[in-house]
């Protein structure tokens, strides 16, 4: 996990705030692997899968929250600032 200040600042968010909230996710995304589950987020739901051997992963919880899965690129803008797609 890391921190882009200037983007935080730049967004009006207190960095500090940010760092907070990036860190529990951080944690739980490192919990949950190691139990075997999958965050899949994408269209604005998301949910943990499981992958028991079966046609698909099994949907074992939703998770509350806006997640955009994103293609995963983040260019630098010609602000300098860090972007997403």
Do not use: W
Not at 9 to 17: M, R
Not at 50 to 75: C, E, F, H, M, Q
């Amino acid at each position: 996990m890391y921190m882009n200040e200037a983007e935080c600042e730049a967004a009006g968010l207190d960095p500090k705030e940010v760092e907070r909230i990036a860190r529990g996710l951080s944690r739980y995304a490192r919990q949950a692997e190691a139990m075997g589950l999958v965050i899949c987020g994408g269209s604005g739901s998301s949910t943990l899968r499981y992958d028991d051997g079966g046609s698909g992963r099994l949907l074992v919880a939703k998770i509350d929250g806006n997640v955009d899965g994103g293609d995963g690129t983040n260019p630098f803008s010609n602000d300098g600032l860090l972007r997403g797609e």
